[in-house]
């Protein structure tokens, strides 16, 4: 049975820092990109980081450029977001995702079920 169960969420003052983890089971976590995307109230879901299944390559939305890191430890199956320097404008709900297309171009996606950042004074 997938699974990936993300935490770390919560309240956090505008300036400040939270790390999210999303840990990972019932597949091969090495052999898939992970992503975190976030949703704010009433707009629709953003990509804002990703990691390719070794750590090699980190890409991110412009908007957390320099502000967040992603991160993986495939020895844990677990996938990391560093976030600092919060603006209210992060305020979202972050969901981890799993993702790797196979030899035959099938594709594999996996969700968590998101977990709430609030940032605010």
């Known amino acids: 049975q997938v699974q990936l169960v993300e935490s770390g969420g919560g309240l956090v003052q505008p300036g400040g820092s939270l790390g999210l983890s999303c840990a990972a089971s019932g597949f091969t976590f090495s052999r898939y990109a992970m992503s975190w995307y976030r949703q704010p109230p009433g707009k629709e879901r953003e990509l804002i980081a990703a990691?390719?299944?070794?750590?090699?390559?980190?890409t991110y939305a412009d908007s957390v450029k320099g502000r967040f890191t992603i991160s993986r430890d495939n020895a844990k199956n677990t996938v990391y977001l560093q976030m600092h320097s919060l603006k209210p404008a992060d305020t979202a709900v972050y969901y981890c995702?799993?993702?790797?297309?196979?030899?035959?171009?099938?594709?594999?996606?996996?969700w968590g079920q998101g977990t709430q950042v609030t940032v605010s004074s």
């Open positions: 995702n799993a993702k790797r297309r196979d030899l035959r171009a099938i594709e594999y996606d996996y």
């Open positions: 990691i390719t299944s070794f750590g090699g390559v980190t």
